[in-house]
């Protein structure tokens, strides 16, 4: 079941166009996985869908309902949960704390702690004395928690050794299989297509990949020459 549907998203930074008439459909229970090369405008695209930075034109909907027209904490309301980069927690509270704050009346801690056992242990340590990844690990339970219908998470390993960026890849796809639709930006291509289900390739703005994640990860030349703009691609 399509949770949302993007067709024809324009955004603009400055008057210039960064993304570029951009469709797409993200499904419950999947993972849609965005690549695309620095300055592609990945996470403009993922600004845009959240509403902290709004859209030049297109349509944004989630059952039925056109996000566009709303502002971000109504989007989160409806249902869009964002992860940005930087590992956003608040240093001086808890770890228990950090995941207090998101907290849905229908969601339990335990949901944070089931996802994230590691985190159950450090509990009441003040999250900026946390590793990067379990800061990571906080924001990615702390919107879980939010009860969400889709999650986009923007370049999560930055920073991480590939152990810990492997434990955040099963946690994501466990959120998927728990029948949430996630949107999945990532440096590590590889990582992401092996737990992905349908792939999206930007370039300049636009996307010029739409297909299932296998088909991707099984021809890397394929994927390279995208990243480029060969005219083979």
Known sequence: MTALSVNGLVVNRSGIPVVRGVDLSVSSGEISVLLGSNGAGKTTLLESLSGI????AGSVRMDGVELLKLRAGLRARAGISHV?????????M????????????AADLSEAYDLFPELRQRRDIKAGMLSGGEQQMV?????LLTRPKVIMIDEM???L??????????????????GMAVILVEQFAALALAIGDRAYVLRRG???YDGDCATLAGDPAHLHRLYLGDAAA
């Open 53 to 56: 930075i709004p859209a030049a």
């Open 84 to 92: 940005e980069q930087g590992r956003t927690v608040f240093p001086e």
């Open 94 to 105: 808890t770890t228990e704390e950090n995941l207090k704050v998101a907290l849905d009346p």
């Open 139 to 143: 924001v990615i339970a702390r919107s």
């Open 157 to 159: 390993s930055s920073g």
């Open 161 to 178: 050794a590939p152990v810990i960026v492997s434990r955040l890849m099963r946690a994501v796809r466990q959120l998927a299989d728990a």
């Open 206 to 208: 636009a996307i010029v």
